[in-house]
């Protein structure tokens, strides 16, 4: 149930609201894309600057990014806690649990983190980079369209350059015993991939990062480990 703030209270928050602003405006806290559009109305700018030239933001993706603007502002919505020894009230704005908040990001990231590692086979990992050549960099990145095409194109190759070299090992290593690998038994191996489009430093830097499996799941749902990369 929403109730009415009384005055005092009223003030107090819309100048920890102000405060909180007044701080990522003058560099006291860490550089995030959040700080980047609050200093100089940088965001206000930003979304006149693309009506101007005819890519207008979808609405979406406004309410994500005033979404990450507001998080932790209390002004937006707040916790109120209070010491029961000596009284002491602290007051906590609420996050966004946005997409685009590097806050709650972070913490959902963590959070998908512990849920998927109780889905990986029991099998060794081997952690990929790619980047994008230095020529394509700022062609990519201002197309969606062909970002999203080299992110697939990276994906593929690797997961299909990695299951030739891992059937070709297991085949290879079963003719040294005497054996012959059936040749419709062939390994499925899995991978998780993010992408990134920006540094630590907050610059443009389009890369993906690859977590593979040493090995995979054969024809017959059994779990096969490859220790090496040929």
């Known amino acids: 149930m929403t109730k009415k703030l009384s005055g005092k209270l009223s003030s107090l928050i819309h100048q920890m609201g102000r405060d909180r602003e007044d701080r990522i405006i003058s560099g006291e806290t860490k550089l995030t894309v959040a700080a980047i559009f609050l200093i100089d109305d940088n965001w206000r700018i930003f979304k006149e600057y ?53 806050y709650c990001g972070y913490r959902h990231a963590r959070e998908y983190a ?68 059936e040749k419709n038994l062939k390994l499925k191996t899995g991978m998780l991939a993010g992408l990134q489009t920006f540094g630590g430093d907050m610059k443009t830097h389009i890369h993906e990062h690859c977590i593979i499996v040493d090995g995979g799941i054969d024809d017959y749902s059994q779990i096969v480990s490859v220790r090496e990369i040929p």
Do not use: H, W
């Open 114 to 181: 512990k849920r998927l590692a109780d889905r990986l086979l029991d099998l060794p990992y081997r952690f990929f980079t790619f980047t994008i050549p230095a020529g394509l960099r700022s062609l990519v990145s201002q197309n969606a369209k062909l970002l999203k095409i080299v992110q697939d194109s990276m994906f593929i190759a690797l997961q299909e350059t990695l299951e030739v070299a891992y059937n070709n090992e297991l085949a290879e290593k079963a003719s040294k015993k005497g054996l012959k690998r």
């Open 50 to 102: 693309r009506d101007i030239i005819g890519k207008p933001l979808r609405q979406e993706e406004i309410e994500e990014v005033e979404k990450m603007l507001r998080c932790k502002d209390p002004r937006y919505g707040f916790a109120t806690y209070v010491c029961l020894g000596c009284g002491t009230q602290k007051i906590i704005g609420f996050s966004c649990n946005g997409r685009l908040c590097t």
